[in-house]
T-cell receptor, first 111, second 113 residues
Framework: GESVGLHLPTLSVQEGDNSIINCAYS??????FIWYKQESGKGPQFIID?????DKRQGQRVTVLLNKTVKHLSLQIAATQPGDSAVYFC??????????FGAGTRLTVKP | EPEVTQTPSHQVTQMGQEVILRCVPI?????FYWYRQILGQKVEFLVS????????KSEIFDDQFSVERPDGSNFTLKIRSTKLEDSAMYFC???????????FGPGTRLTVT
């Protein structure tokens, strides 16, 4: 079946560096994507979203890039901080408003 | 800032028992959802609920599951006869609009022994 998934399960970066987390999706009809952050013991927290009519969207220290040609989504975090350490999920909104999550990438920020 | 709350934070139950997981969505939200996350795995959609009825459910959401909005504030997930494989974190979420951002609660950890 169609699914949303992630390239890398773990990512370790130095504090202050930029982080890039990648995600591949297979449903070419998907038109809305969200990145969530999940800290230990907490529920997913919205970070940023993007619709398929855009290829880039910026937030505070975060940028999401969408490449529909290769069905690839990425999350860039600028000047990564220890508080950014978490699991990051990309998610695709399904036809009935359910969120279909990828497997997650664990980001670890080293001081 | 308004938030989704869930109780209890941790529920331990014996196999075959019924459990009810409770959620209080954000007050002006109209769309409600349940998700689960088995330890170490991805978050999985269970069910969406709008206007007092289920609008969509996944293949996970079989006859042992049911949802209810018993009053104007609570949204519950009932598992009728728990199985070992039901052990997971269960997240409730709500959104103001069907296409809007979903806000997740902190989750209930269900352990079936």
């Amino acid at each position: 079946g169609e699914s949303v998934g992630l390239h890398l399960p773990t990512l370790s970066v130095q504090e202050g560096d930029n982080s890039i987390i990648n995600c591949a999706y297979s449903n070419s009809a998907s038109d809305y994507f969200i990145w969530y952050k999940q800290e230990s013991g907490k529920g997913p927290q919205f970070i940023i979203d993007i619709r398929s009519n855009m290829d880039k969207r910026q937030g505070q220290r975060v940028t999401v890039l969408l490449n529909k040609t290769v069905k690839h989504l990425s999350l860039q975090i600028a000047a990564t901080q220890p508080g950014d350490s978490a699991v990051y999920f990309c998610a695709e909104k399904g036809a009935n408003n359910d969120m279909r999550f990828g497997a997650g990438t664990r980001l670890t920020v080293k001081p | 800032e308004p938030e989704v709350t869930q109780t209890p934070s941790h529920q331990v139950t014996q196999m075959g028992q019924e459990v009810i997981l409770r959620c209080v969505p954000i007050s002006n939200h109209l769309y409600f959802y349940w998700y689960r996350q088995i330890l170490g795995q991805k978050v999985e959609f269970l069910v969406s609920f709008y206007n007092n009825e289920i609008s969509e459910k996944s293949e996970i959401f079989d006859d042992q599951f049911s949802v209810e909005r018993p009053d104007g504030s609570n949204f519950t997930l009932k598992i009728r006869s728990t199985k070992l494989e039901d052990s997971a974190m269960y997240f409730c979420a709500s959104s103001e609009m069907g296409q809007g951002q979903q806000y997740f609660g902190p989750g209930t950890r269900l352990t079936v022994t």
